[in-house]
């Protein structure tokens, strides 16, 4: 990711970046070299206090030390503050840039997809001749399942036929071979089931067809 | 200050005259210095022997009251550099102080990039002050490393192909860009 | 340190992280040398069964050894713990591996006592260990070999040359000071300062001593170097 080859771009940002955190490391500097200043300070009020613990208070030096110490503190925690800001600064730099990244690639990904749209310009001819196509399939199916149950028909009434010669032919065994007459019921079962079907066939054909339309017009109108 | 028991023998103090032990009392030397500085976070010390920064001087043990010879301590800086442990700090080669690598710069530039890459600093610009100084390397090894110690470091990255580095108007390293 | 701006904010998690890490590592240590020593319990529960199965005794050992079980440990000589052979055979193991690794620093000359406390710190190898382990490394003709000097202080050598009479002498006036020199020997040996010299020479040349020129401008002194260690000695 982001690797060029050796050479690596250092782009505008980056040189604002730069000089945003070289002042950023000087304040840094000063800081420490100030927190120093003032441990060393109050080190050296420490002793004053401690050669002299009866007069201090008159003692001008240790008046003069502590106001310094109050006056560096005070510098002190406006660096701070100031550091913090060039902090918070360069945080929102980063994430600017990161949003402008965002805001690139959403660029991007529109121009591509009006361009993908501008395929679909003859879409409303290939949609006709699509539900056309249907159309003439479940016509054909229809005609099938038609031709199809026409031949089962002719079956069962073979089937009758052929029951009616053995009823004939073979009175006596009826009462033992009740069961037999459930025989064909359970047959003509899946016949029914089998014919269903090719008629829920042509419902999940056109669906699809009405979830593209929906996925187009969004599409069209970004 | 961490010693090994060795440091409170009188004779390391003396070069020794048979080779096979003065090699191991140069090697004891060596793993004195390294330790020390890695200790105290010491990275130069000058052709004398002597630490910069640092009062730290290790060749003389009051203790004992022992000294190494100055022309002993040069005999153990030239096997330091021999086996890389120091380096010249310009790189012409002829600077009477040295670098002390108790790692050597490849690995430092592998510690450094971990820190780019644990710290999130990677594909935006960070200043060398940063990278050594700034609060969020303190708890590295590198924290206080000088500064043309650390750009040797960052040339090393450069040439794997995963930084650029930034120059002032003096052509000196400030910044650098990692990917 | 002090840390200034937003990242004084970090201060406080740093320390934080540390100290689980600190915490867990502690605990994984403890579970471990639990382990451990679970492990080393085993041993002297089941030696026998250990010791009449070879193959299933080399595993265990192999598995003791990678997770850190110093195969001494898992030998109890008294109770003759698999074979005591075996726990002998160990401690030449490493009494070779030891000689090795400090002959350029002493010559090959070490005394048992520092054996004993510096090397074979942790583990309960008594001196007397040591020496019937070297016994059965005279077998190999290595050149290992005790010998006694001031009649109670037990050296071992491993490098084949032989001490002469004079160089094991030198040896006992080191063993006093740390070190000897050439009017010690000659006041305390009643030697020709010609033969304290050479004699010192010699065990220079042969790695055995180190020379000390420093001390308050006065003679050489030459150090025995089973010295270094001392101050280890004082520690534990």
Redesign the interface.
């Known amino acids: 990711m982001g690797q060029k080859g050796s050479k690596i771009k250092i782009t505008e940002q980056d040189r604002a970046v730069l000089q945003l955190k070289q002042s950023k490391d000087s304040i840094h500097k000063y800081t420490k070299r100030t927190s120093d200043l003032i441990s060393h300070e109050k080190q050296e009020l420490k002793i004053l206090i401690q050669n002299n613990p009866q007069k201090y208070k008159e003692n001008k030096k240790t008046r003069f030390i502590l106001k310094r110490i109050h006056y560096q503190e005070h510098l002190l925690d406006q660096a701070s503050d100031q550091l913090i800001n060039l902090e918070n600064m360069l945080s929102n730099i980063e994430f600017k840039l990161v949003e402008k990244q965002f805001f690139e690639g959403l660029q991007n990904g529109n121009k591509i997809l009006t361009k993908l749209n501008k395929e679909f310009t003859n879409v409303d001819e290939v949609l006709d001749d699509v539900q056309e196509q249907i159309a003439y399939q479940d016509e054909i199916n229809e005609a099938l399942a038609q031709h199809v149950s026409g031949v089962n028909d002719y079956e069962d009434e073979i089937d009758k036929e052929l029951e009616a010669m053995e009823k004939e032919l073979l009175p006596h065994e009826e009462l033992e071979s009740n069961p037999v007459p459930n025989m064909p019921s359970v047959e003509k079962l899946p016949e029914l089931n089998n014919s269903k079907p090719k008629i829920e066939d042509t419902t999940p054909v056109k669906k699809p067809i009405d979830e593209e339309q929906q996925r187009q017009e969004p599409a069209l109108l970004a | 200050m961490n010693f090994p028991p060795i440091y409170s023998f009188p004779p390391l103090y003396t070069r020794q005259p048979n080779a096979v032990i003065r090699n191991k009392q140069i090697d004891s030397w060596i793993d004195i210095i390294l330790s020390i500085s890695k200790q105290q976070s010491l990275w130069e010390i000058d052709s004398q022997g002597k630490f910069i920064q640092s009062d730290i001087n290790i060749f003389d043990n009051k203790n004992i009251d022992r000294i190494v010879s100055p022309l002993f301590i040069k005999e153990i800086l030239q096997n330091m550099i021999k086996n890389q442990k120091l380096i010249s700090k310009d790189d012409v080669g002829n600077s009477s102080s040295y670098f002390i690598l108790w790692k050597n710069l490849d690995s430092w530039a592998s510690l450094m990039l971990e820190w780019f890459e644990t710290t999130n600093k990677l594909n935006q610009v960070v200043t060398i002050y940063e990278l050594t100084s700034g609060d969020e390397s303190i708890d590295w090894e590198f924290h206080s490393m000088p500064d043309s110690l650390v750009s040797k470091c960052l040339r090393l990255l450069v040439k794997r192909g995963r930084a650029t580095i930034l120059k002032d108007e003096f052509n000196k390293d400030i910044a650098i860009k990692v990917v | 340190?002090?840390?200034?701006?937003?990242?004084?904010f970090?201060a406080n998690k740093?320390t934080y992280e540390s100290s689980t890490l600190q915490r867990q590592s502690k605990e994984y240590e403890q579970q471990l040398k639990l382990f451990q020593d679970k492990l080393i319990q085993f041993a002297k529960e089941h030696n026998n069964e250990l010791g009449e199965n070879h193959e299933f005794k080399l595993k265990f050992m192999k598995m003791c050894n990678s997770i850190g079980i110093d195969p001494l440990n898992l030998f109890d000589k008294d109770r003759h713990l698999f074979s005591v052979d075996d726990y002998y055979y160990e401690i030449c193991v490493k009494l070779i591996q030891i000689c090795r690794e400090i002959k350029?620093?002493n010559?090959g000359i070490v005394s048992l006592n520092e054996l004993q406390k510096v090397y074979f710190v942790g583990s309960n190898v008594t001196i007397n260990d040591i020496e019937k382990s070297v016994k059965m490394l005279s077998n190999l003709d290595g050149g290992f070999e005790i010998f006694q000097i001031r009649d109670h202080l037990k050296f071992l050598r491993s490098v084949p040359n032989e001490l002469t009479f004079d160089q094991t002498k030198v040896l006992e006036v080191c063993s006093v000071m740390g070190?000897a020199s050439i009017n010690l020997l000659h006041i305390n040996l009643n030697w020709e300062k010609i033969r304290c010299k050479a004699t010192l020479d010699e065990m220079?040349?042969?790695?055995l001593l180190?020379?000390?020129?420093?001390?308050?401008g006065k003679e050489i002194?030459y150090?025995d170097?089973s010295?270094?260690?001392?101050?280890?000695d004082i520690q534990t």
């Open positions: 340190m002090k840390r200034f701006g937003v990242s004084a970090d740093d350029d620093i010559g070190y220079i040349a042969n790695g180190w020379i000390d020129n420093q001390c308050g002194l150090w170097p010295w270094i260690t001392k101050s280890v």
